[in-house]
């Protein structure tokens, strides 16, 4: 069994920052791809970047430029800076993790941008 813990969301200006922390843990853990997901108001969940152990990297054209995503295998935790947020960042933020059996997912945290 995994669980993941997700912390750094918040309410910041347009133009701001965020970062974005997920660790994992449980006994035995090996964990594959690490990534980021988020709901917006309208309900669709879309991948924002994802990284795998080998630290190959994927993002949204829409975070291109603004949002890095990292990770440490030795903590098994996933980064994901999110720099220059505009309003339509806005969302519920998952974080996800994927070992060799299954897909796992943390509670969300909420990322809010005023204009």
């Known amino acids: 069994q995994v669980r993941l813990v997700e912390s750094g969301g918040g309410s910041v200006q347009a133009g701001e920052s965020l970062r974005l922390s997920c660790a994992a843990s449980?006994?035995?853990?090996?964990?594959?791809?690490m990534g980021w997901y988020r709901r917006t108001a309208g309900n669709q969940r879309e991948l924002v970047a994802a990284i795998t152990r080998g630290g190959t990297r994927n993002y949204a054209d829409s975070v291109k430029g603004r949002f890095t995503i990292s990770r440490d295998n030795v903590k098994n935790t996933v980064y994901l800076q999110m720099n220059s947020l505009k309003p339509e960042d806005a969302a519920v933020y998952y974080c996800?993790?994927?070992?060799?059996?299954?897909?796992?997912w943390g509670q969300g945290t909420q990322v809010t941008v005023s204009s």
């Open positions: 996800n993790a994927n070992t060799v059996s299954t897909n796992y």
């Open positions: 449980g006994s035995g853990l090996i964990i594959n791809a």
